[in-house]
C-alpha cells in the first residue's frame, strides 16, 4: 500500500508518518527530503532554495520526478509531500489539518523561533508554495478536502492518535480492496 500524507507545514505530515511507517512496518520518505537534498548540492540554505524555486521551476520539477519515481519502483510505504498525490496517483490519500496558531506554535518550537517569526515565515513561505504548484501545475489548491480519502484535523491530536486513525483507515481501505477483488473475480 502507498499512502501519502499532505497538508499545511506544522500539521504533523513528517511526525505522524513517520510513527505511522514504523507501526506498518513500511518505509517513510518525504518530499522535503529530495528538496533539501538539492540544497545540500547546491550547497546553499533551504530557504535560499525556496527563494530560488520561484524563479526556476527545474527545482520543483525535479522534486516531484523523484517522488513520482519513487511512487513507481516502490510499495509499502508512507510519503509526506503537499502534492505527492498527484505524482502517486495509486495510492491512499491523508490531509492534515490544524488550526493556524497551533501550527505556528509547533513550527516554531520545532524551529526554536519566536511565535511572530513562525507566522510570517510560514505564511510567506506558503504564499510562495501556492504561486509555485499554480503557475507549474494550474493546481490552486492543494490542500481540498474534496481531493483526500481521509482529512484529520491535528489540532488538539498527539501524533500517536492521529497514527492510529490512518492505521484503522487504510486498514479498512486494504480490506475493500480485497473484497472487490475477490467478487470482480
Given amino acids: 500500500m502507498k499512502i501519502i500524507i499532505a497538508g499545511l507545514g506544522g500539521t504533523g505530515k513528517g511526525t505522524v ?6 507501526r506498518l512496518g513500511y518505509r ?9 537534498n ?8 533551504l530557504s535560499k532554495l525556496e527563494q530560488l524555486a520561484i524563479d526556476i521551476p527545474l527545482y520543483d520539477k525535479r522534486v516531484d520526478a523523484q517522488t513520482e519515481e519513487f511512487g513507481i519502483k516502490n510499495d509499502d510505504f508512507v ?3 503537499r502534492i ?15 488550526e493556524n496558531e497551533e501550527r505556528f506554535r509547533r513550527i516554531a518550537f520545532r524551529d526554536k523561533i519566536s511565535l511572530k517569526e513562525a507566522k510570517e515565515v510560514t505564511l510567506q ?4 508554495i501556492k504561486e509555485r504548484y499554480k503557475n507549474l501545475y494550474g493546481i490552486l489548491k492543494f490542500d481540498d478536502p474534496e481531493s483526500f ?14 497514527a492510529f486513525k490512518i492505521e484503522e483507515f487504510v486498514k479498512g481501505e486494504r480490506y475493500k480492496s480485497t473484497v472487490k477483488e475477490l467478487f470482480s473475480t
Fill in 17 to 22: 508518518g513517520k510513527i505511522l511507517a514504523e
Fill in 28 to 36: 517513510f520518505m518525504s518530499a522535503g527530503e529530495f528538496f533539501r
Fill in 38 to 45: 538539492i540544497a545540500i548540492e547546491l550547497e546553499i540554505s
Fill in 79 to 81: 510519503f509526506d509531500g
Fill in 84 to 98: 505527492a498525490q498527484h505524482f502517486i496517483p495509486d495510492s491512499e490519500t491523508i490531509l492534515l489539518t490544524c
Fill in 125 to 128: 513561505r506558503e504564499r510562495a
Fill in 149 to 162: 480519502g481521509l482529512v484529520i484535523d491535528t489540532t488538539t491530536l498527539c501524533p500517536k492518535d492521529v
